[in-house]
Structures are given as structure tokens and as C-alpha cells.
């Protein structure tokens, strides 16, 4: 079941994430779906964290951006917008090099709130972190 509110631009997401935080940590466009979305990111020295790994919080980086980008992409952003209102991860597995990719599926997708599924896995898809984001979806 498709679950976006208009045929996703591809280029238009690609411009998005050259911006902003997800731009400085190398966020990507990858893959759309009828009810996912997937971005990527190399892991380069700047996302590890003082032990050489992956930095919990660059994952969580990951996951909002992902699963942000896929709220957006279910409303009418003329009538409406969404902000993050709660995030959560289990990291799994420690990454240290190569690159983690984000897939978001949702779980919930009402009025008010949208809430988010993040699956981040590395090159091999072994599971790096699981994230749940909750998403307000506003007036405008």
C-alpha cells in the first residue's frame, strides 16, 4: 500500500539532505518505497565515538532524518508539517567503518502523530540499531 501523499521526488529529497546536519554527517538518498524509505551514510571518523565506533547519537541522527523525511513525505506540507516529538534506540551492534543504512516503515500513521519504525543495519544487513520516532503533525 502506498503511503506517501503525492509521487516522491527523488531530487527534491537528495537537495534536502545536502543541508543541515544531515549534510554535514554525509546523509544519502537511497531507495523509496510504497511504505519505506531508505537513506545511508559512510561512517567516517567524525561519527565514531572516542572508543573507534559508531556514535549512538550519530545513529540517532540517522534515524530522525530518515523517518522525519518519511512523515514529510505523507502530508500535504501546505496544510500541514511535523516536527520530531520523541525518539528511542537499542544499539545492537558496534560499526566502524563502511556504511549503516536507515529504512523507515511506519507503524502508525494518524492526525496528530506519525510514528516511525527504524531499522539500521550496516553492509552486511546485520542489524546496528532499532529506533522508534514519534512524529506531531501540525497546522499550518
Known amino acids: 500500500m502506498q503511503i506517501w501523499h503525492q509521487a516522491p521526488d527523488r531530487d527534491a529529497i537528495r537537495e534536502e539532505l545536502a543541508t543541515g546536519a544531515a549534510g554535514h554527517m554525509g546523509i544519502e538518498f537511497c531507495d523509496i518505497g510504497d511504505d519505506y524509505l531508505l537513506l ?3 561512517v567516517r571518523e ?3 565515538q572516542p572508543y573507534g565506533i559508531l556514535h549512538g547519537g550519530v545513529s ?6 530518515v523517518g522525519s523525511h ?3 513525505l505523507c502530508l500535504d506540507l501546505e496544510k500541514h508539517y511535523c516536527v520530531g516529538l520523541e525518539i528511542n ?3 545492537i551492534r558496534a560499526v566502524s567503518s563502511g556504511w549503516v543504512y536507515g529504512k ?4 502508525h500513521l494518524g492526525r496528530s502523530t506519525h510514528v516511525w ?5 550496516d553492509e552486511q544487513d546485520r542489524t546496528v540499531c532499532v529506533s522508534r520516532l514519534t512524529m506531531l503533525i501540525k497546522s499550518r
Open 60 to 65: 540517532c541522527l540517522l534515524a530522525e532524518t
Open 46 to 48: 567524525t561519527a565514531l
Open 104 to 107: 523507515a516503515r511506519p507503524l
Open 70 to 72: 518519511a512523515s514529510g
Open 40 to 42: 545511508g551514510m559512510q
Open 89 to 91: 534506540a537499542n544499539h
Open 117 to 121: 519504525d527504524i531499522r539500521i543495519s
